[in-house]
């Protein structure tokens, strides 16, 4: 088996699961235009709603896991997912690009929880915290090209954005050729038995309210840029890929910050967001918009893959698929809350801009760093609690 090339095969599956709902926000604005009476909530949608069917199939998937291999389950997904990506842009009507855009999130969620158990069926220790990185960073650069490309088709036509949902056809090609065909894990009555550890449902809120915070940039940006009348479709898809490309960094050097920081990570890494969006609240340039996106999206390559990696060492192998199944769902969760939740706040408070969405997360954000600050500083003054690590009980039912 050679790594870099089962490596390869990961990191594009990867891409295709980050891209699914949000490649199209930057021809958001252009939709919206097309589709005069579809309301702003609506258009929305159209990033939020593959979220919606990924939830139930990624529990779908996990469950055929136990039946069928990895790879099978893959290859169908992403069947699935050309079908329900390329078609959006085929249709004439907002309904029917909204069944195209569930039937992609079907796709996706056959590909989600299998994509990120991969990492620790096939990686160990030191190289498997180097490997969720570097799926990180490979991902951010794939959604670097992929959201400035996308920029650029919706300036010609928002059609043709859904064209590159067919680069599924790539990732086809890498798992058939350089995934192992690993065969279904039975599991024994002990392993059914054993419950995920709470921590696991601890890690899942967390994502769940990282994911619910950050997409509000994948799904506002664009309709803001309207607003403020700072630029077009193009400049969206730069913005979008400026904090895809502060990922990619944050994934080469995470094990670096995390050592830096070490307690303080979570707070600093929050101060640091609330200063991106407090930055992206008072931009009225394309520049100043793309530094504070470009600061949100640093601080979420670091958290994300720093969550998954964690929920990894939390439980025994046969538990894996289930648990990142957990929290994945978490994480479009918030993907589908997140437009909702938001725009709730707004009525609530009487103002509907997007700009006071912004400011509100900053406040929030800032907040939110300041507790984690306090605790961190606490237990850097009376010491760390000891806590039992949950051992990989069933390693030789995997041998």
């Given at each position: ?24 926000s930057?021809?958001?604005g ?16 159209l ?36 079908i ?10 907002i309904e ?27 990686f ?6 180097k490997?969720?990185?570097q ?18 088709l ?25 995934l ?8 024994s ?12 449902y601890?890690?899942?809120l ?16 664009a ?48 101060f640091?967001?609330?200063?991106g ?5 008072l ?11 470009g ?9 994300l ?27 479009f969760?918030?993907?589908f ?21 912004y ?16 605790l ?12 039992i ?11």
């Amino acid at each position: 088996m050679n790594k870099n090339l089962l490596k390869m095969a990961i990191f594009s599956i990867s891409i295709l699961t980050i891209m699914a709902g949000a490649a199209i926000s930057p021809a958001l604005g252009e939709i919206s235009q097309s589709f005069p009476d579809a309301s702003e909530t609506t258009i929305k949608l159209l990033l939020t709603l593959p979220s919606v069917m990924i939830i139930p199939f990624i529990f779908v998937a996990s469950y055929l896991t136990s039946r069928f291999s990895k790879k099978n389950i893959l290859l169908v997904g992403m069947v699935i997912y050309i079908i329900g990506g390329v078609g959006g842009g085929l249709v004439s009507s907002i309904e029917m690009m909204l069944v195209c855009r569930a039937i992609l999130g079907i796709g996706v969620g056959c590909m989600l929880p299998i994509s990120t158990s991969l990492v620790p069926d096939f990686f160990d220790g030191e190289e498997r915290t180097k490997t969720m990185g570097q799926v990180m960073a490979s991902t951010n650069l794939g959604g670097v090209i992929l959201f400035t490309a996308s920029g650029f088709l919706a300036s010609q036509s928002w059609r043709v954005v859904f064209s590159v949902y067919s680069l599924a056809v790539v990732s086809i090609i890498l798992v058939y050729l350089f995934l192992p065909k690993v065969n279904p894990v039975k599991r024994s009555p002990d392993a059914v038995r054993l419950r995920l550890p709470g921590s696991v449902y601890v890690y899942g809120l967390g994502a769940l309210m990282v994911v619910l915070v950050m997409f509000s940039i994948q799904s506002n940006i664009a309709l803001y840029m309207v607003e403020k009348e700072i630029g077009d479709a193009r400049y969206a898809g730069l913005i979008a890929a400026t904090s895809t490309a502060a990922g990619f960094v944050a994934g080469l050097v995470i094990a670096q910050v995390k050592r830096l920081l070490q307690s303080y990570l979570v707070a600093a890494i929050l101060f640091g967001v609330a200063t991106g969006f407090g930055i992206i609240s008072l931009a009225h340039d394309p520049l100043l918009m793309g530094v504070g996106v470009g600061i949100c999206g640093f601080g979420l390559g670091i958290i994300l893959p720093g969550i998954m990696d964690q929920v990894s060492r939390q439980v025994a192998p046969s538990q894996i698929v289930h648990a990142m199944a957990i929290v994945t769902s978490m994480i479009f969760v918030g993907q589908f809350l997140s437009p909702i939740i938001l725009d709730g706040i707004g009525v609530l408070f009487g103002n509907i801009t997007i700009e006071f969405t912004y400011q509100f997360l900053t406040i929030g954000i800032l907040l939110t760093a300041v507790t984690f600050f306090i605790l961190s500083l606490r237990q850097h003054i009376l010491g760390p609690k000891q806590t039992i690590v949950p051992k990989n009980i069933d390693k030789k039912q995997q041998a």
